[in-house]
């Protein structure tokens, strides 16, 4: 481990809670400073200035996937139990019964409350304002592994067994953009800009696909499957954002070069001594977070060095997610523990 920190440091522990099991999923309400929890024993709860509410008690079937709708009215959880459940602030409004998909895969449009979610090798798309069902879209090759919205609202891509597929969300019956790959599309992830998208493989390789450009990038050379993917909002001189991969324990920052013919350069990232879980870069900032099941969660500054590590786990972490400010940032741990530390001010 490489302990080497920062003089002062950059965010202190601002509050913890408990859950009953494994975090399987945390995400803030972009409105307001409300955080979303879920547990591998079913529980769903909302934290908000260190009250804790629960929506959804332990029911022993894990709830997998949540996520909250841009306006933050909305929120979404999907498990093994093959329900969509949506929450209008703290009223359940609607139970979307999918039995026996298990539903681990779901994401708000950015620009309207439109959700999508996986069943199997479909997505299909929900309408919170009408409470319909819009479309069911058929990825045909494996089960979905990733569903990600442009943030202009107008592209879907969906992810699994040999790529991914991008509807337009305009004309749901136009045949999809085929990003065609002989691997497993494992992450994916569009650019803030809307510019890249990216897929993490299960071939140890990653993916960017320049929109509107037809030869995509392919970089090699990762000691194991591509488990995570990250892009920064913040951009370089060049305008473009940065990409971080994680394979293993380790992590590659992507920038890209002003030739398209050299692609994109590679800084790697090397601290953790077990499996990465989760990583990402706080909001229009060059920030990393990056939690392993090492227990440690390392902050990278400039996306190059560890500036600070943040611990709080009895084994290892499971997620994390930043406030859309930057001034929170959140954790959850195998043995339930929900960290939050806040930004420590000068």
Request: charged share 15%; net charge negative; hydrophobic share 45%.
């Given at each position: 481990?490489?302990?080497?920190?920062?003089?002062?440091?950059?965010?202190?522990?601002?509050?913890?809670?408990?859950?009953?099991?494994?975090?399987?999923?945390?995400?803030?309400?972009?409105?307001?400073?409300?955080?979303?929890?879920?547990?591998?024993?079913?529980?769903?709860?909302?934290?908000?200035?260190?009250?804790?509410?629960?929506?959804?008690?332990?029911?022993?079937?894990?709830?997998?996937?949540?996520?909250?709708?841009?306006?933050?009215?909305?929120?979404?959880?999907?498990?093994?139990?093959?329900?969509?459940?949506?929450?209008?602030?703290?009223?359940?409004?609607?139970?979307?019964?999918?039995?026996?998909?298990?539903?681990?895969?779901?994401?708000?449009?950015?620009?309207?409350?439109?959700?999508?979610?996986?069943?199997?090798?479909?997505v299909q798309v929900w309408d919170a304002d009408t409470r319909e069902i819009v479309v069911t879209l058929n990825f045909d090759n494996s089960s979905v592994l990733g569903i990600d919205w442009r943030r202009d609202g107008q592209y879907l891509a969906i992810s699994?067994?040999?790529?991914?597929?991008?509807?337009?969300?305009?004309?749901?019956?136009?045949?999809?953009?085929?990003?065609?790959?002989?691997?497993?599309?494992?992450?994916?992830?569009?650019?803030?800009?809307?510019?890249?998208?990216?897929?993490?493989?299960?071939?140890?390789?990653?993916?960017?696909?320049?929109?509107?450009?037809?030869?995509?990038?392919?970089?090699?050379?990762?000691?194991?499957?591509?488990?995570?993917?990250?892009?920064?909002?913040?951009?370089?001189?060049?305008?473009?954002?940065?990409?971080?991969?994680?394979?293993?324990?380790?992590?590659?920052?992507?920038?890209?070069?002003?030739?398209?013919?050299?692609?994109?350069?590679?800084?790697?990232?090397?601290?953790?001594?077990?499996?990465?879980?989760?990583?990402?870069?706080?909001?229009?900032?060059?920030?990393?977070?990056?939690?392993?099941?090492?227990?440690?969660?390392?902050?990278?500054?400039?996306?190059?060095?560890?500036?600070?590590?943040?611990?709080?786990?009895?084994?290892?972490?499971?997620?994390?997610?930043?406030?859309?400010?930057?001034?929170?940032?959140?954790?959850?741990?195998?043995?339930?523990?929900?960290?939050?530390?806040?930004?420590?001010?000068?």
């Open positions: 481990m490489n302990s080497t920190t920062s003089q002062s440091q950059e965010f202190e522990e601002h509050c913890s809670g408990m859950l009953a099991d494994y975090v399987t999923a945390i995400a803030w309400s972009p409105q307001d400073t409300i955080l979303g929890a879920t547990s591998a024993a079913g529980e769903v709860v909302l934290w908000n200035d260190g009250n804790l509410k629960t929506l959804q008690t332990a029911n022993g079937k894990s709830v997998d996937c949540l996520a909250f709708s841009p306006d933050g009215k909305f929120l979404a959880v999907g498990g093994q139990d093959g329900q969509v459940k949506i929450w209008q602030e703290t009223k359940l409004i609607a139970t979307l019964e999918n039995a026996p998909a298990w539903v681990d895969q779901l994401a708000w449009n950015h620009t309207s409350n439109q959700l999508a979610f996986s069943l199997g090798r479909y699994g067994y040999k790529g991914v597929k991008i509807w337009h969300s305009q004309n749901w019956d136009e045949e999809p953009y085929n990003l065609d790959m002989t691997t497993v599309s494992v992450a994916m992830a569009w650019s803030p800009d809307g510019k890249f998208l990216a897929s993490g493989n299960m071939d140890r390789s990653v993916t960017v696909l320049e929109w509107n450009n037809p030869d995509p990038w392919v970089m090699r050379g990762f000691p194991g499957k591509i488990r995570q993917l990250a892009w920064s909002e913040a951009t370089t001189e060049l305008g473009a954002p940065l990409l971080a991969s994680s394979s293993v324990e380790g992590i590659v920052v992507w920038e890209k070069l002003e030739d398209d013919s050299l692609g994109w350069e590679a800084q790697v990232l090397t601290n953790h001594v077990d499996v990465i879980c989760a990583i990402a870069f706080a909001p229009e900032s060059f920030l990393l977070a990056s939690a392993a099941a090492d227990g440690w969660l390392c902050l990278w500054k400039q996306a190059k060095q560890v500036s600070q590590i943040l611990t709080g786990v009895s084994a290892g972490f499971s997620s994390l997610a930043w406030h859309p400010q930057g001034d929170l940032l959140a954790a959850g741990g195998e043995k339930g523990e929900l960290l939050i530390w806040s930004k420590v001010l000068c």
